[in-house]
């Protein structure tokens, strides 16, 4: 959030590529701007390979009226065609807080399409959004990583998948708490070609693949539309002492053109996993028998309230999501984007609200709180709800 005069500014999302240019006359003085990004709720079979390529941004306040037009620049990680008009179409929603987007294309709407990027004219505040046409894409720019995890004794998970090139997606080789280990941008074609990740071999050898298929591929339809995922292999240490490093070579690409890889893999430091204390297991327990038959009232949540509940969450607002019915593709997306813990679960807790409108009641929003284990938030969150 920044506050902006009539001399106009510019406001950034960090690390995101998006931006809001207001110039100087287009507000009569002084305004809180915001800008927020939106998960997508697409329908899967509504998806080309152009689609969910950009951000959903949410203006703020909405439905503000500018004196003059400001820009607003999405980017986006397609590889457009050459020697062609590059088009795009462009589309708002003014709709009610707590309802579905209603999108509407607006075709007089003046905007450049770019390399990386296009900037938008905004004369009016709401969600935006852009939709490259399919016929000038040829590819999409990714990144491919390796990650590793924590396995059983002796043995840990090595994640190797992709995600697309956006500053957006650069959390998602961090999923299951994983460290990442090597990463390199790379261009996926649009020709039908899955993407096949072959892990090669280990120097010195005192890791091996124990268990799942090598090679492993990941579909072209899932390249083309989910912003990033990964195939897991299982290693296991053959030589135990003094053999925690070594170089891992691996393959991937759409074939027959694989790409060499190469990174040093360390085992986990398996000490530093931490385990709840007996105080915080004696202090979950008496929250639990004090909040005993205590229930949220069924009315509907406020923004505000699920503003103040984003700010005590740790990592399990991903379990919240799920038990409030959010999808694993929406709640992926959110856990992609480089923002801090409190921003993804209003994201989260936003996205809840939108879809389901007036069945988003604080009764819901409790139980959620109470399966996911935090009950603490359970008895403050139904205190604000009286």
């Known amino acids: 959030m920044l506050m902006i005069n009539k001399e106009g500014g510019r406001l950034d999302i960090p690390d995101t590529g998006v931006s809001l240019e207001i110039p100087s006359g287009a507000l009569v003085g002084e305004q809180f701007i915001q800008m927020i990004i939106i998960p997508p709720h697409l329908e899967s079979e509504s998806l080309t390979f152009a689609s969910n390529s950009s951000l959903v941004v949410e203006l703020l306040p909405s439905n503000l009226n500018l004196l003059k037009p400001a820009k607003l620049t999405l980017p986006h990680c397609l590889v457009l065609k050459k020697g062609c008009e590059w088009k795009a ?8 807080e707590g309802s579905e987007p209603q999108w509407e294309e607006q075709s007089n709407t003046h905007y450049e399409l770019g390399e ?3 900037v938008i004219e905004i004369q009016r505040f709401s969600w935006e ?9 040829e590819a999409k720019n990714i990144v491919v990583y390796a990650a590793g995890r924590c396995g ?5 998970y090595l994640d190797i ?3 697309w090139d956006l500053d957006t997606c650069v959390e998602v080789p961090k999923r299951n708490n994983a460290t990442l280990l090597h990463e390199q941008h790379t261009v996926f074609k649009r020709d039908g070609k899955p993407l096949t990740i ?3 071999k ?3 050898m005192n890791w091996n693949c124990s268990k799942g298929i090598n090679p492993q591929v990941i579909s072209f339809e899932k390249v083309a539309i989910n912003k990033g995922t990964f195939c897991t292999f299982v290693l296991n240490r053959t030589e135990p002492k003094g053999t925690d490093t070594c170089t891992c070579l691996f393959k991937a690409g759409q074939a027959p053109n694989l790409e060499d890889y190469t990174f040093l893999l360390k085992a986990p430091d398996l000490s530093s996993a931490k385990q709840p204390s007996t105080s915080n297991r004696q202090e979950d327990e008496r929250l639990e028998r004090s909040t005993a038959g205590i229930e949220a009232p069924d009315r509907v949540v406020t923004t505000d309230t ?3 509940l984003s700010k005590n969450f740790r990592h399990e607002w991903l379990g919240v999501g799920r038990t409030l019915g959010i999808t694993e593709a929406t709640l992926s997306d959110i856990q992609s984007r480089p923002l801090q813990t409190q921003e993804k679960a209003y994201q989260m807790l936003f996205s809840w609200k939108c879809l389901k409108g007036e069945k988003a009641t604080y009764k819901l929003a409790g139980e959620a709180l109470k399966a996911a284990g935090r009950t603490d938030l359970y008895q403050q969150f139904i205190r604000q709800g009286k």
């Open 89 to 96: 179409k462009i589309y708002r929603s003014h709709h009610k």
């Open 116 to 118: 990386h990027n296009c």
């Open 129 to 137: 959004k852009i939709e490259i046409l399919d016929k000038i894409v």
């Open 152 to 156: 059983p004794t002796e043995s840990m």
């Open 161 to 163: 998948g992709y995600h």
């Open 198 to 200: 072959s892990l090669d």
């Open 202 to 204: 280990f120097e010195p």
């Open 306 to 308: 699920l503003q103040n």
